[in-house]
C-alpha cells in the first residue's frame, strides 16, 4: 500500500505532488492537533481516574476509622515509648540514661568506677531517633556483672551492650610482681547504646 | 510585466495561485493522477465504419465494456483520422499554466480553415524533463456539424479525433457534461467523507466533554472528602511516623546480643584446665585470651562446638614460664543463628 502510493507519488507531475504532500501534512497536522485536543480529557480521565477514586476510599477509611485510628496511635505511642527515651534535650536523656545504667550495676553489685556519655555521632542517627552511649568502667565479680547484663537486656528503654571488655583484675605492684585475683574478681568496661527520639520531629 | 492585482506584502500572488490552479487541474483531470479514470463516467463510442459497442472514459480509452453506474448518457463521436489534421509541439514545462492558451493561438496559426470553421483539441501525451510534448488536433467545425447533425441528440455527443497514439477530445462540443457529472462526484464523494470525519470528531468531542465532566466531578469529590478527612488523614500521618520509629526501635532491639547467655556458654566450653584472663564482646566477634594446659586443644573444642564461626588463633601459642602453661589468644564470630542470641523483646511482645 505505501509502496503504491509513492509509486502514485512519484507519477504525479511537480505541482500536482507539491499540493498532495502540503494537503496530507496539513491534514495531519490539523488531526494531530484535534487529537491532542480530544484525548487529553480522556487521558486525565483514564489515568486520574483510578488514583482519584483510591483516594476517596482511602480518605473515607480514614474518616471511618478515625476513633480506631486514635486508638492505635496511642497504643503505638505507648509502645515505642518503652522502648526508647522520649524526645528531650540529649544530655537529660543521657543523664538519665547513665544514672540508670549506674544504679542497676550497683544493683548487681558491681562497682561504678567511672562513666562517660559519648557525645551523639551524627552518623548514628536516622529518621526518627539519635543515639545516645555511655561507657562504663566497673568492677566486680563474675555473678555481678551476669547479673548487670541481664538487667540491661530487659532494662525499658532498651539498652544494647556494643561493646564488652572484660579482664581479670592483678593484684601486686609493678609488672613482674603483678598476679591474677585469685577471688576471680573482675574488670569491666563497657560500652551502652540507647535510642532516643529526635525532638525535632 | 502584468500584475494580477492580487498582492501580498506587495508581492504579487498570480504566479502561485496559477500554480495552484495547475496542480489542482493535475490531480483532478492530469492522467498521471488517475482520478478522473476511476471517478469519471464512461461515453458510448459512436463511429461511422464500425457498429461493434465501445466505450471512451474520460481520457480517450476505449473499453469494450461498462458497468451501468460507470456509463454516462453522453456519446462519442469519433472522427476518422482522414478528415483531421494532427501536429506535435514542444512547449516549455514553466508554460504549463498558461498552456490552453498557447495551443489556441497554435491552433490559429497552423489550421487551413478559416477561423470560424476550425475547431481543436489537444492532449498532453509525453512529459520530459523541463517541456511538454502535446498533441494538436485540428478540424473544420462544418463537417463535424453534418456528421452530428446524423446524430440524435448532438448536445449531449462529445467530438473526439482518433489519433495514431490516443484519441484526442475536440473542444466545443458536449465535453462539459462528463467533467460536471465527475466533478459533483468527486464533491458528493469529499463531503461523504468530510461527513464521516466530522461525525467522528464530534462522536469524539461528545466522549471527551462527557469525560472532562466526570473528571470535574471526582476532582470535586476528592476535595469534599479531603476537607472532611484532614484531621483524620493527619493522624494516620503520626501513626505512620510512630509505626516507623517503632519498627527501627524494634530492630535496635533484635540487634541486641544476650552477652550473659554467651558468657555461660564460653563457660561451658571451657574446661578447668583452662583460665581465661580477658574476653572482648565488640560488632558479634570474641576475643579471649587466657591460659591452658593444652590451648590447641581448647581451640580445637572451640571450633567444634558449633557455638562460633571463624574460630583462630591471630598469635602463636607459647609457653609461659611462670605458670608452666600455654598463653594463648583466641578470636571468633558469635553465630547470629545461635540459641543464645534470641533476644526476647518487649516490642515482639507487643506485636
Redesign the interface.
Known sequence: MKDRLLR?LE???R??S???IGFTASCGIFVLV?LSY?????F??AL??EQ??A??SR??G??A??SQ??S??SL??A??S???YQAMESNQAGAQMQQSLRSQAEVAGLVVTGSRLSTPNEADE????SRLSVELTLHGT?ES??SF??SA?SH?P???????????RKIGVGGRNQQ?DPTGYLEVRATVAA?R?RAE? | MVSSGWTLFGVDLKPYVD??K???S??VF?V???LAARFAKRAKVIRADSESAAWLDIYGNETARCDESDCSNVCALLLPEDIILERLLEIPEMAEPQLADLVALEAGSFSPFAPADTVFGWAVVE?NKGSLLVRLVIASASEIQERLDREENPAQTEVWASCSKGNVQLLGYGEAIRRSEYLLRLLRLTVMASGFLAGL?IF??L???T??L??SA??K??KS??S??A???E??R??D??????E???R??S??????GW??ALAAKTPNTV????????DGGLEIRGLAVNAADYLSSLASSGLFLSVESPNAIAADRSTDLERFTIRMVLREDEVLNQ?E???AG?Q
Open positions: 502514485w507519477r504525479l507531475p505541482p500536482a507539491l499540493l498532495v484535534l480530544l484525548s487529553s480529557p480522556i486525565d480521565y486520574g481516574k482519584k477514586t483516594r476517596i480518605l473515607l480514614y474518616l476509622s478515625e485510628l486514635e492505635t496511635f503505638t505511642q509502645a515505642h518503652e522502648l526508647a536516622d529518621a526518627g531517633h563474675p556483672l551476669d547484663l541481664a537486656l525499658r532498651l539498652l544494647n551492650v556494643e561493646k564488652l571488655l572484660i579482664s581479670a591474677l535510642l527520639v520531629k | 500554480q495552484l495547475l496542480a489542482t493535475q490531480l492530469g498521471e493522477s488517475g512529459r470528531v469524539a468531542g466522549v471527551s466533554s469525560l472532562s466526570q473528571t471526582l476532582e469529590e476528592l472528602v479531603m472532611r478527612a484531621p483524620a488523614a493522624k494516620r503520626k501513626l511516623e510512630v509505626a516507623a520509629d517503632l527501627e526501635a524494634t535496635f532491639g540487634e541486641r546480643r544476650n552477652y550473659a558468657l555461660h583460665y581465661l584472663t580477658a574476653a572482648r564482646f565488640e533476644v523483646t518487649h516490642t507487643l
